[in-house]
Every structure is written in C-alpha cells, then in structure tokens.
C-alpha cells in the first residue's frame, strides 16, 4: 500500500479533535506533580532519617519503573486489593498515576534549581527583615525559576508524550484515536504520521514558550532586585 496524502488529510480531524483530551490529561498531572514537587521541597528540610528514606524510595520506584507498568499496577492492580478502586475512571487513574510518575522528575529539578541559589540570598533576605517563607517567595524561587525551567519544560514534554500510554486504560486520546483508525481501515503508517506529527507540533510549541519564558526572566535580571533599603 502506497502512502495516502488524501487519506491524512481526512483523519487529520478526526485525530485532533482528541488532542483537548490528552492535553487535559498533561497539563492536569503536570498541575499535581507541580504541587507535590513543592510538598516535596519543603519535606526535604525535615531532619528526619525515616521520612528522608521513604522519600527516597518513592523517587527510585516511579523513575525506576516503567510509567505504564505504574498505570496498569494503580488501576488493575491495587482494584483487587482496595475496594475504592473499582470505581477509579481510566481517565482519573491516568492523572493520578501520572501525576505520580512526573513528580518524582519535577521534584529534583525543583530541589537543584533551588540549591543552585547560593545560601548567602536567604541570609541577606533575613537580614533585611523578611520571614524564612518571604525570602523564599521573593529572593529564592525567582532566582530558582531561571534554572528549573529548562528542566521543569523537559519534564512537562515527557509528561506529554506519557500521556500516549493513558489508551491503555480505556482513555479515548489521541493515540486511542490513532489506534481505532489504524486498525479500521489498515492505514498504520498513515495514521501515526498524524499522530506523531500532531505530538510534534504541540512539542515544539512548549518549547517556544520555554524561550519566552527564559527571556522574560533575563530580562528581569537585567533590571536589577530591590535593595533592602527600599
């Protein structure tokens, strides 16, 4: 079978019209793995050998393990043990599965973009008066910012692209689509190439937003911080 041009052009649609799912899906376990990232951060400054271990062990499982393993174990697996669930959405298992996975990621890029500040910001913020929690808002995490976001963004496209797995459970994506086309009408190659091709494009899009991000930051710095006097 020859490559069908008219034939990408009429799924083409069809395949984007689930692009809204999978992005729902991202930006929802990215929202999360956000959140539990700085749940982390600040668990990471408790002096306590067991806690420490157990966080340990919670970033080497999920970065050790495939993340579609880690899907099927939570909606299939932990089904059988916990009664509660059985009614988890394929959907809702995808988010929270993933949510799971990319937090193990996001924390340590957030905790090395925050060490990479030097220790003598926090120690000139408290002089100036601040509470611990305002140098960390106003001095560290702006100063934290520029370095995690290259990180932070590579995280967020290999979130993305995880979200292919989330067919698996029964989510209808955009590589669900893809998959049910392809099989339908035995047109494989020319279906993923709309897939792969629709990834790309929304890929490439973050990391435009990336380099404007960058350069509104730069452009911060360039301007200069407040002095204490002021």
Request: net charge positive; proline share 3%.
């Amino acid at each position: 079978m020859r490559f069908d041009f008219g034939y990408v052009i009429k799924v083409f649609p069809n395949i984007l019209g689930y692009l809204g799912v999978t992005l729902e899906i991202a930006f929802l376990s990215g929202t999360i793995a956000m959140l539990i990232s700085f749940i982390f951060l600040a668990l990471r400054k408790i002096d306590n050998k067991i806690l420490q271990s157990l966080l340990n062990f919670y970033l080497d499982f999920f970065r050790g393990t495939p993340v579609v393993v880690q899907l099927f174990f939570l909606y299939y697996g932990l089904a059988q043990l916990f009664p509660i669930f059985k009614n988890l959405s394929g959907f809702s298992a995808a988010v929270i599965g993933l949510s799971l996975n990319a937090s193990a990621y996001m924390s340590e890029s957030i905790r090395a973009a925050v060490q990479s500040v030097h220790p003598r910001q926090m120690e000139a913020g408290l002089a100036c008066g601040l509470t611990h929690s305002q140098v960390m808002w106003h001095v560290i995490l702006p100063q934290a910012a520029r370095v995690a976001i290259p990180t932070l963004t590579n995280d967020f496209i290999g979130l993305l692209k995880s979200t292919s797995v989330a067919f698996v459970l029964g989510v209808r994506d955009v590589m669900a689509q893809t998959k049910m086309l392809g099989g339908s009408s035995y047109r494989f190659f020319e279906c993923y190439f709309v897939a792969i091709t629709i990834y790309f494009i929304v890929t490439k899009l973050i990391h435009l937003l990336q380099t404007w991000l960058e350069e509104k930051l730069d452009v911060r710095k360039k301007n200069g911080g407040q002095s204490c006097s002021k």
